[in-house]
C-alpha cells in the first residue's frame, strides 16, 4: 500500500508564490507518476502536474504552464513538490497528489492513480 501526505496549503494573495509537498510512503514498487491534482467543490478534479517517480520528465495543464514547476527533493526522491507562483484566485482549490502507474495522459487519466493524499487547501484572494 502507498501512503501520500500532502503539507504547504495556506492562503495567499494573488501574485504570491506557495509550495506544497507530497511525502510518499509505503510499497513504492511500480509506482511511475506522482500527479498533483485540484478540485473546487461541484466542479471535476482537474490535473495540474505530474512528474515521473524515477526520473525527471515532467508534464503541465495549460492553465499553470510557466507559474507552477514540479520537482523531487534533491536528498530524498519520495518528496514532492508543486511550487506555485503568480497566484490567481481561479488557482483557489483543494490540491491533492496521487500514485498511478505508467499511463499515456498523466493529467487526463484520473483513474489511473489509485493512491492519493487527503489534499491541503490552497486560497488565493484578489
Known amino acids: 500500500q502507498v501512503q501520500l501526505v500532502e503539507s504547504g496549503g495556506g492562503s495567499v494573495q494573488a501574485g504570491g508564490s506557495l509550495r506544497v509537498s507530497c511525502v510518499v510512503s509505503?510499497?513504492?514498487?511500480?509506482?511511475?507518476?506522482i500527479g498533483w491534482f485540484r478540485q473546487v467543490p461541484g466542479k471535476e478534479r482537474e490535473g495540474v502536474a505530474a512528474?515521473?517517480?524515477?526520473?525527471?520528465?515532467?508534464?503541465y495543464a495549460d492553465s499553470v504552464k510557466g507559474r507552477f514547476t514540479v520537482s523531487k527533493a534533491h536528498e530524498n526522491q519520495n518528496i514532492v513538490y508543486l511550487q506555485m507562483n503568480v497566484l490567481k484566485p481561479e488557482d483557489t482549490a483543494m490540491y491533492y497528489c496521487a500514485a498511478g502507474l505508467f499511463m499515456w495522459s498523466p493529467l487526463k487519466e484520473t483513474d489511473d492513480y489509485k493512491h492519493w493524499g487527503q489534499g491541503t487547501q490552497v486560497t488565493v484572494s484578489s
Open positions: 512528474i515521473k517517480f524515477l526520473g525527471e520528465d515532467t508534464v
Open positions: 509505503g510499497n513504492t514498487w511500480g509506482i511511475y507518476y
